[in-house]
Structures are given as structure tokens and as C-alpha cells.
T-cell receptor, first 115, second 111 residues
Framework: SQTIHQWPATLVQPVGSPLSLECTVE??????LYWYRQAAGRGLQLLFY??????ISSEVPQNLSASRPQDRQFILSSKKLLLSDSGFYLC??????????????FGPGTRLLVL | GESVGLHLPTLSVQEGDNSIINCAYS??????FIWYKQESGKGPQFIIDIRSNMDKRQGQRVTVLLNKTVKHLSLQIAATQPGDSAVYFC??????????FGAGTRLFVKA
């Protein structure tokens, strides 16, 4: 069965510090991968998605970036964090649509607090 | 469409009653719909899905209804329990790489 991991679970960082959040998927190959951010009590905001190694699509212009160095690894980064980067970051994967696996499955999330 | 900046609407129900959570979707070309449940501090979890060639699908204590004429989706939870308290998101796929999520509804179950 497929599983998705995110770490760290919680992170407190000072303004201006760098960020690296990691997401890995097990039990599937060539998944579509997604990064979302969720503010407290709000909906899901799509940040980035990737359909293959080295391929990144950005949805929202910001000081965050994403990379996909391996098939089942997705990394969210920032060189300098802003206060507004605080939130709950969720990674998700989805299988190829023609296999009938169109559902996105989410990881446990990383709660980021920028002070 | 996406409504990430809005506060979540809430629904409060008595334990044992049935809950109905509604969602209006945006794209008439959407062909696959999903309901997710998100508990506090956790990632959203898949509950049930439905394809556009169906108008009803049942799971364990949950039923999803799809009305393509008015682009409306609903999730019915039978005999609501305290463990059902969570935020519920509807989502739609149009066949592309992205899934479009609704704003979410917070369900409170009163004991």
C-alpha cells in the first residue's frame, strides 16, 4: 500500500531563516506530487505541483520554491522566511488518471510557525 | 472555485442525527468528485468519491449525491457521531493534473 511521509511535523523558525520541508511517497511510482498551504481555519491553497522528476509548476508567486530530485521525493524550500509563511503545509500525491487513481492522498502535514 | 481566504462555514448537529454538507462546484466539465475529512492537526483523509456518470454513491454511513444540472454535491452522514467532528472538503477533477478544493465546512457534533 502507498504511504506518504512529511517531516518535520512541527517547526518554529525565525524570520529571515531558510526552510526545507521534505515529503516522500512509498509504494507507488511516477506519482503527481503537490504542496499545499493551509492557514488556520481556512481552505487549501495549492503552491506547487510536479508531474515528474525535475518538473515543477508554481501556482502562487511567493518566496517559496519546490524541487523534485527523485521520483518520490518533493521538497519545499525558502531562502528567507516571512511571517506570512506561517501555516500548515501539506504534501499530497496522486496516481496517473488513466489508471483510475484520481484521488489525491495527503500526508500528515508540517506546522510551521515563523516568529 | 477555490476560496482559500474565507473563514469556514460551520454546521452544528446533535449526536445521532443525520448531517448534510453541501458543496457547489464550479466546472461543468468536472468528471470526478471527492469528499475529504480533515481532523484538527491532521491532513485531509479520503472519505468517498463519485464519477460524473453517477448521481449517488453509498459508503459506510456516508452517501454522496451529485446533481450535475445545478452543479451541486452533497455528503450525507447517517447517525452522526462525535468522531465525525471535523472539516469536510469537497473536491473536483476536470481531467487535468490539479484538483480543485472547496472552501470546506466545519462540522460540530453536540453530545
Amino acid at each position: 500500500s502507498q504511504t506518504i511521509h512529511q517531516w518535520p511535523a512541527t517547526l518554529v523558525q525565525p524570520v529571515g531563516s531558510p526552510l526545507s520541508l521534505e515529503c516522500t511517497v512509498e509504494g507507488t511510482s511516477n506519482p503527481n506530487l503537490y504542496w499545499y498551504r493551509q492557514a488556520a481555519g481556512r481552505g487549501l491553497q495549492l503552491l506547487f505541483y510536479s508531474v515528474g522528476i525535475g518538473q515543477i509548476s508554481s501556482e502562487v508567486p511567493q518566496n517559496l520554491s519546490a524541487s523534485r530530485p527523485q521520483d518520490r521525493q518533493f521538497i519545499l524550500s525558502s531562502k528567507k522566511l516571512l511571517l506570512s509563511d506561517s501555516g500548515f503545509y501539506l504534501c499530497a500525491w496522486r496516481g496517473l488518471w488513466f489508471r483510475g487513481k484520481e484521488t489525491q492522498y495527503f500526508g500528515p502535514g508540517t506546522r510551521l510557525l515563523v516568529l | 472555485g477555490e476560496s482559500v481566504g474565507l473563514h469556514l462555514p460551520t454546521l452544528s448537529v446533535q449526536e445521532g442525527d443525520n448531517s448534510i454538507i453541501n458543496c457547489a462546484y464550479s466546472n461543468s466539465a468536472s468528471d470526478y468528485f471527492i469528499w475529504y475529512k480533515q481532523e484538527s492537526g491532521k491532513g485531509p483523509q479520503f472519505i468517498i468519491d463519485i464519477r460524473s456518470n453517477m448521481d449517488k454513491r453509498q459508503g459506510q454511513r456516508v452517501t454522496v449525491l451529485l446533481n450535475k444540472t445545478v452543479k451541486h454535491l452533497s455528503l450525507q452522514i447517517a447517525a452522526t457521531q462525535p468522531g465525525d467532528s471535523a472539516v469536510y472538503f469537497c473536491a473536483e477533477n476536470t481531467g487535468g493534473f490539479k484538483t480543485i478544493f472547496g472552501a470546506g465546512t466545519r462540522l460540530f457534533v453536540k453530545a
